[in-house]
């Protein structure tokens, strides 16, 4: 069974920098690509930055310029990193790693919470 876990998250000030982690491992099958998501109390879960294995990436209009998806892809595990910059209030969240099989199945990390407050 494929599991992911995520780190890098926390408490930073307004201005401030994250880098969150997600490592899936058990990978017994070809993957798509990786992405971060994030979801408010209330809200949808909703696209923050996603990258396939070849290498393409695609951004939410609000990441665009500030943050920086990438992928590690190894034998049987894969490693997606979000580097976040200027963080703002409203990028407050948890954050989850998702992961795409080829087969359009996806793979979900418990979240890691990113608060931005002064």
């Known amino acids: 069974q494929v599991q992911l876990v995520e780190s890098g998250g926390g408490f930073v000030q307004p201005g401030g920098s994250l880098r969150l982690s997600c490592t899936a491992s058990?990978?017994?099958?070809?993957?798509?690509?990786m992405g971060w998501y994030r979801q408010t109390p209330g809200e949808q879960r909703v696209l923050v930055a996603s990258?396939?294995?070849?290498?393409?990436?695609?951004?939410a209009d609000s990441a665009k310029g500030r943050f920086t998806i990438s992928l590690e892809n190894a034998r049987n595990t894969a490693t997606v990193y979000l580097e976040m910059n200027s963080l703002k209030a409203e990028d407050t969240a948890i954050y989850h790693c998702n992961l795409l099989s080829i087969t359009g199945r996806n793979y979900w990390g418990q979240g890691t919470q990113v608060t931005v407050s002064s």
């Open positions: 990258i396939t294995t070849g290498g393409r990436e695609n951004y």
């Open positions: 058990r990978i017994a099958f070809s993957i798509s690509g």
